[in-house]
């Protein structure tokens, strides 16, 4: 684990931070140009990448031992053999990457890179999958997440698309000058990137009281509460930023900066603006942390007294501890919510410490921050608005089943249809409902019915759905 983590963390530091930030602003790293270490650069890159990759496999390989060679297990799964492994495949990827060296030139050029559509499609058939309700969620926290994944697409569409993309590319989009527009852009997008940031704080909200208070559970865990809130939430974040409007000319700037839009300076530069500019950050994302942070607290601190009082009542019914799959459910959750603690305050960290030397650099001019510190905080505060919605539904079994029948849908209908092609020639009937059930069950995996293989009158067949 500590190997895959380290591999992982060299591939954001090789890929995020020293390729794709240099290749986005552009002016701020002119310099680069100047340093021949770009072959080395990428062979150290793609050697960190296959290291992350064949980590992976190595564990799966190590699990599948412990778990079904128990003769193996002891001499394979010790410390010594993983740290043998582990250099093995670390000295394989290095010295399969070297011809890259020879590849490439020393110095680096850029390419125009764009991951958003990729993005931009995770998230719309993650709405998908959830609105169909088919992974096992109830109508309430199946609410919760569909809106949470919308304000993310919202955010992804706004700000990234809508925003970024022209400033990368000003040459390409010289036009967007002259739409005047850019304050009520500015509303919209500071109004997603609210409702995204809260409704996570709802819903950690509605967790608490489903897990801690079982009296208000069955009055506020409601798929009619959850509207409700939703909807307050989003009247509530729109009518908050609609003062950005009169604080925001209309014409766009294009400017690397947290202001994309022409200012009135005479706003910006008075005592009611900058109450107005704290408020807005001490409201989206200081209130959210305290409050993410406080509701998990008391939620963990709830399923730890329950752990002990479930683990007493066991060593007194039985003088064995087995294993209890409710305390194994309970610890993971635990996990999940100090996951989802800690990736929104680390996302959110480095972009408010931007902010603030912005505010401060406006009034005094002495305070200085690195470009690469405000850079990696608009990027983390973006990354923010996608990955919370991920790590509450890729954690459900079922939302995975509901992934890979997506991904296997366009393999199944292939067969399906090239099966259906040979019927012409002589192909079994029974073969081709076999696929086209299959092909169905690829959408809906609840559970598939096909008539039995040999064609008699035995009854519908449950087909499993992987």
Not at 184 to 191: E, M, T
Not at 263 to 272: D, F, I, K, P, Q
Not at 416 to 434: E, L, V, W, Y
Request: aromatic share 12%; proline share 4%.
């Amino acid at each position: 684990m500590v190997a895959m983590a380290t591999a992982d963390l060299l591939v954001v530091i090789l890929d995020l931070i020293l390729r794709h930030i240099p290749m986005r602003y552009k002016e701020q790293f002119i310099f680069v140009y100047s340093i021949p270490l770009c072959n080395i650069h990428a062979v150290l890159l793609y050697a960190a990448t296959d290291c992350s990759v064949w980590f992976t496999i190595t564990f799966t390989f190590d699990r599948f031992v412990a778990i079904c060679c128990q003769k193996l297990k002891t001499k394979y799964s010790t410390e010594r053999t993983v740290a043998v492994v582990l250099g093995t495949v670390t000295v394989l990827s290095c010295l399969k990457n070297i011809p890259w060296y020879f590849m490439f030139t020393v110095f680096m050029q850029y390419r125009n890179t764009n991951d958003v559509i990729f993005v931009l499609g995770i998230l719309w058939v993650t709405i998908m999958i959830l609105s169909r309700g088919k992974c096992g969620l109830s109508k309430c926290v199946t609410r919760y997440l569909v809106a949470m994944a919308t304000a993310d697409l919202l955010v992804v569409i706004l700000d990234l698309i809508l925003r970024h993309i022209p400033i990368r590319y000003k040459e390409q989009f010289i036009f967007v000058y002259s739409i005047p527009l850019c304050n009520i852009h500015a509303v919209l997008l500071y109004a997603a990137t609210d409702c995204s940031v809260w409704f996570t704080v709802t819903f950690t909200f509605d967790r608490f009281v489903a897990i801690c208070c079982q009296k208000l559970k069955t009055k506020y865990s409601t798929e009619r509460t959850a509207a409700v809130v939703l909807g307050t939430v989003t009247v509530l974040s729109c009518l908050k930023n609609i003062p950005w409007y009169f604080m925001f000319t209309s014409r766009y700037v294009l400017g690397n900066n947290p202001w994309f839009c022409d200012l009135y300076y005479t706003n910006y530069a008075s005592l009611g603006w900058a109450v107005f500019e704290l408020l807005h950050y001490i409201l989206t994302p200081c209130v959210p942390f305290i409050l993410i942070l406080l509701l998990n607290a008391l939620t963990v601190r709830h399923i730890l007294l329950a752990s002990r009082a479930r683990r007493r009542l066991r060593g007194h019914s039985s003088g064995e501890s087995p294993r209890d799959p409710e305390m194994e459910s309970r610890r993971k959750s635990m996990i999940l919510l100090f996951v989802i603690s800690g990736n929104f305050i680390l996302l959110w960290a480095m972009y408010m410490v931007a902010l603030v030397e912005n505010r401060i650099g406006w009034i005094a001019r002495h305070v200085y921050i690195p470009v690469l510190v405000n850079e990696l905080g608009y990027m983390l505060q973006q990354l923010s608005c996608c990955t919370n919605t991920g790590i509450y539904a890729v954690t459900q079994t079922k939302f995975r089943e509901q992934w890979k029948n997506v991904l296997k849908y366009p393999f199944v209908r292939k067969i399906s249809k090239n099966q259906a092609d040979q019927r012409h020639t002589g192909g079994g009937p029974a073969d081709i409902q076999t696929l086209t059930d299959l092909a169905q069950c690829a959408v809906a995996p609840v559970g598939c019915h096909s008539r039995s293989a040999t064609g008699g009158g035995a009854g519908p067949v449950v087909v499993p759905c992987d």
